[in-house]
């Protein structure tokens, strides 16, 4: 069925890219005003980070909520772990939390 090819792009990209966000739209075309916040708060931590327009892939719109037990988009995942949406990331780069984390993860994957 398609849903197990579905989750296993999933996972081949959450696998393959330690900075990805789950998106409506793309970074320079946000589709929706949390995704565009998300975007805002990931580009000022200055680090390059990969991208899937949700919008362009029903699939994935359908089955990523399943799998990371998360409803709503955006999502972000680094290091193949669910971070969360627009709030969280909004209250951890309030914080600091999230450009330590984010330039930890670039930095690893950098050397490797």
Not at 5 to 27: C, D, F, R, V
Not at 56 to 66: F, N, S, T, V, Y
Not at 82 to 101: N, P, T, V, Y
Request: hydrophobic content about 45%.
């Amino acid at each position: 069925m398609t849903d197990i090819n579905t989750q296993e792009k999933i996972a081949k990209q959450i696998a393959e890219n330690p900075i990805i966000l789950y998106m409506k739209g793309s970074p320079k075309l946000p589709s929706c005003g949390f995704s565009a916040q998300a975007v805002q708060v990931l580009s000022q931590c200055g680090v390059p980070f990969a991208y899937v327009d949700i919008l362009q892939h029903p699939d994935i719109r359908a089955e990523l909520p399943k799998i990371a037990n998360w409803p709503t988009f955006p999502q972000l995942w680094v290091e193949g772990e669910l971070i969360g949406g627009c709030d969280i990331m909004i209250e951890m780069f309030q914080s600091g939390e999230l450009k330590a984390l984010i330039e930890e993860a670039a930095a690893k994957y950098q050397t490797a």
